[in-house]
């Protein structure tokens, strides 16, 4: 069984920084693209950036600049760190992979979500 998990969440004010982890175990043969979403209140679910496995990314227009996501390989785990946050970049954050497993694949996880809030 494939899991991912998230953390680094938290409250901050406009102007701060936080940096979220994702960390995959399991029955891992590999791990191709990694990504990270968000949710706001009353919003879909969209993209803020992905990372292929190697560490070619892309990002939403709205955090270029401001948010980073990278990969540590070895460790099966991505990061999101997020500079300059504004009071909209408030949602819940969350981890995607696509994985191969020893049963086949690529198959899609999520993780389960971490809360970001940008306030004073």
């Known amino acids: 069984q494939v899991q991912l998990v998230e953390s680094g969440g938290g409250l901050v004010q406009p102007g701060g920084s936080l940096r979220l982890s994702c960390a995959a175990s399991g029955r891992i043969f590999s791990i191709y693209d990694m990504g990270w979403y968000r949710q706001a209140p009353g919003k879909q679910r969209e993209l803020v950036g992905t990372?292929?496995?190697?560490?070619?990314?892309n990002y939403q227009d709205s955090v270029k600049g401001r948010f980073t996501i990278s990969r540590d390989n070895a460790k099966n785990t991505a990061y999101l760190q997020m500079n300059s946050l504004k009071p909209e970049d408030t949602a819940v954050y969350y981890c995607?992979?696509?994985?191969?497993?020893?049963?086949?694949?690529?198959?899609?996880?999520w993780g389960q979500g971490t809360q970001v809030t940008v306030s004073s």
């Open positions: 995607h992979a696509a994985i191969t497993t020893m049963s086949g694949g690529p198959y899609d996880y």
């Open positions: 990372i292929t496995s190697g560490s070619r990314t």
